[in-house]
């Protein structure tokens, strides 16, 4: 059994005038939470810095977090899904090549905390110590 899976995901050979745009970088968050059907707690968070102009947002969600992290200046773009419950795996290459023109896409998939059955939950609290 897995206590959550998280998704660490690297695209590259982006459009730089996508990773800049804060409203398309939106629309892919809103693509994300609709396709795994997660639930936000409060305002995603987005900042803008200064030119080149990379963008950050963080999404609390009731199953854990997505976040994005855009490098303009080198095409790059960083993403990161944790959840706490299962959930299908959202296409990332094919949609990132769509919806930010990534040439290459590198998805790792974690299993965080797994264990047995016969594992105890106060056994991982001693783990994590």
Known sequence: MSLGTEWVVDASGCDA???ADIDRLKLIFERIIHD???HVLGDIS???????GGVTGIALLSESHLTC??????GAASFNLYCCRNRT???WER???ELV????????????LSYSDE???????????
Do not use: C, D
Not at 101 to 112: D, F, K, M, Y
Not at 119 to 129: F, M, P, R, V, Y
């Open 89 to 91: 795996t959202w296409p």
């Open 69 to 74: 992290h855009t490098y303009p200046e080198y």
């Open 17 to 19: 005038e996508t990773l």
């Open 36 to 38: 795994l059907e997660l």
């Open 95 to 97: 949609m990132l090549r």
């Open 46 to 52: 987005w900042h803008k810095f200064p030119e080149p």
């Open 119 to 129: 594992t105890k939950l106060e056994e991982i609290g001693q783990w994590a110590s």
């Open 101 to 112: 023109g990534a040439t290459e896409v590198n998805v790792r998939v974690l299993e965080r």
